[in-house]
């Protein structure tokens, strides 16, 4: 069965382009390309990509826009293989990503969640390394190699700062056909997902072999629901749930990460400037409550 790399679109033609042909350039060519455009407005990605014709590349455009969750969930329901990928429509693959992701896939078949080694691009495809970043890189899981993460450990770490890439991850289907993603937490409903999975006890496999090159640019959703506070909102929500239900669980440490969420306190402060440059007194009221509040 080949690999499944699902893309939602909604996005710069030019960034699609790249995604796209980076997943053409495959060194295992043994993948399908799942293409599900949210109603973009401009129709030249989906005709461009159409006029390829590569049988391995499916193309549908829905007929209403679904926003982030629903869209990453309509992806769920059109998967085939055991694993899959979510990729960003502005992301890159290097041509190593699916057959290390199948190495992997074949050391690790317990996976739940695989985490492959990612890179850090800018809008024009530059190497970067803003501030989010030497954060999460910080407080990512220490050790080298190829290394399984489970249970409270997992889950503390990951409250203490998400130091994951989304659209990089690899995900066993089966974990996300039981659950599906939060549409009511459609900026933070990877954490969330991450969450339940760890609570039910899966596990991560973390790599370092870089074969994911994940873009940060200006226009991203998580770049623009920041200032205005919405996606602090929806953290505030997932931490006090999470934290609710480690405690059930006895998890003592991560129901304390969850409760004080101190990294996600301290990127709501450094979106302060962000918010009174635009004199958005909305946002500066949200981001002042998640920085002080409870």
């Known amino acids: 069965m080949p690999f499944d790399i699902m893309m939602p679109f909604y996005g710069r033609f030019d960034h699609f382009r790249s995604a796209v042909e980076s997943v053409l350039a495959q060194s295992d060519p043994d993948w399908r390309l799942v293409v599900v455009d949210d109603v973009y407005p401009d129709l030249r990605p989906g005709q461009w990509l159409e006029s390829l014709q590569d049988e391995r590349i499916t193309y549908i455009r829905n007929t209403e826009n679904l926003r982030p969750s629903r869209n990453y969930n309509k992806c769920i329901g059109l998967m085939r293989s055991e694993f899959a990928v979510i990729m960003g429509c502005d992301d890159v693959l290097r041509p190593n990503f699916v057959s290390r992701v199948k190495e992997i896939i074949a050391a690790r078949p317990d996976a739940a969640i695989i985490q492959p080694g990612v890179s850090v691009i800018d809008e024009?495809?530059?190497?970067?390394?803003p501030l989010a970043d030497r954060v999460k890189s910080l407080y990512r899981a220490k050790g080298s190699g190829t290394r399984a993460l489970s249970g409270e450990p997992l889950a503390t770490s990951l409250l203490r700062g998400n130091w994951t890439y989304f659209p990089s991850l690899v995900w066993r289907v089966d974990e996300l056909r039981s659950r599906t993603f939060r549409t009511d937490l459609d900026v933070v409903q990877d954490l969330a997902m991450l969450m339940q999975i760890t609570m039910a006890g899966g596990v991560l496999v973390l790599d370092d072999v870089v074969c994911f090159e994940y873009r940060r640019h200006s226009t991203s959703v998580s770049a623009v629901t920041g200032p205005d506070g919405s996606k602090f909102k929806q953290e505030a929500t997932l931490f006090r749930e999470t934290a609710a239900a480690c405690t059930e669980l006895?998890?003592?440490r991560a129901a304390t990460a969850a409760k004080h969420h101190l990294t996600s306190r301290l990127n709501a402060a450094s979106e302060l400037p962000a918010a009174?440059?635009?004199?958005?007194?909305?946002?500066?009221?949200?981001?002042?409550?998640?920085?002080f509040g409870s």
Request: charged share 20%.
């Open 276 to 291: 009174l440059r635009a004199r958005n007194s909305a946002g500066r009221r949200a981001l002042l409550q998640h920085v």
């Open 124 to 129: 024009n495809g530059a190497p970067s390394n």
């Open 250 to 252: 006895g998890w003592r």
